[in-house]
């Protein structure tokens, strides 16, 4: 089965994934299901056909980074700077909380459980023409699939998609090393403070620095925007 995930607040709902999602669901197979995510209990939201409706705020470990991040914003004066009159151009790569939320739905058990692959979607993207089995099967080939970009350290995580399980293994008998492993590994960046590690403490600076170790132990990692220049 394939599963794409995404997850959004209630002020992008309000502002304009209420007009986006439905439009999606209907341009995409029946047969993907839709998991998305909220930050918090809202709205009344029920599951119907092929969407289901999850909490992050069911998810312990993401209360506990999120938690964790909001004390070292409030004792971090420079922090605080970056993520407000500084953000652009480069202060944003500082800012883990934001760009946490799409890493805890991805890589949750509800998410994994059950899909052969998980897309995640950004609330903001748009479908604008019928999306097919076909299509997708040419899309969704190899272990891992990303936009990498040429001009800065991070891919473009607004499209993921990850093979699970997967097919490959290191030396052919390391079933360890698939596609579950990559979202455990992924997880774990977060939940043990790793990230702040890292250059960047964005997902896409952390996706990006995996695709590159994934592909170093034999994954066939697929950079759907290999040599395209700029950002977008």
């Not at 069911?58 to 909001?70: G, K, Q």
């Not at 500084?86 to 909380?97: E, I």
């Not at 997902?203 to 592909?215: K, N, P, S, Y």
Request: include cysteine; charged fraction near 25%; glycine fraction near 8%.
């Amino acid at each position: 089965m394939i599963r794409v995930v995404t997850t959004f607040s209630r002020a992008q709902w309000d502002e304009y994934v209420h007009r986006l999602l439905p439009r999606s669901v209907d341009l995409w197979p029946k047969e993907v299901e839709w998991q998305v995510w909220l930050d918090d209990r809202w709205g009344d939201h029920q599951d119907a056909g092929n969407v289901r409706w999850r909490y992050l705020c069911d998810d312990p470990e993401h209360e506990a980074f999120m938690a964790d991040w909001n004390e070292r914003v409030k004792r971090d004066p420079v922090l605080q700077a970056k993520l407000g009159k500084f953000r652009y151009p480069h202060g944003y790569t500082q800012d883990a909380g934001t760009f946490a939320h799409k890493v805890f739905a991805l890589t949750s058990k509800e998410a994994r459980d059950g899909a052969d692959w998980l897309v995640f979607l950004d609330a903001d993207i748009e479908t604008v023409r019928l999306v097919d089995l076909d299509w997708l099967g040419r899309a969704l080939a190899g272990d891992i699939v990303h936009l990498g970009r040429a001009d800065i350290r991070s891919s473009e995580t607004a499209f993921l998609a990850i093979r699970h399980p997967s097919t490959w293994t290191q030396d052919g008998n390391d079933d360890r090393l698939n596609g579950a492993f990559f979202l455990h590994a992924l997880r774990h960046v977060y939940t043990s403070g790793d990230i702040y590690n890292y250059a960047e403490w964005i997902d896409g600076h952390i996706i990006e620095r995996l695709c590159a170790v994934f592909a170093g132990m034999g994954a066939d990692v697929r950079n759907l925007s290999a040599g395209v220049p700029g950002l977008d």
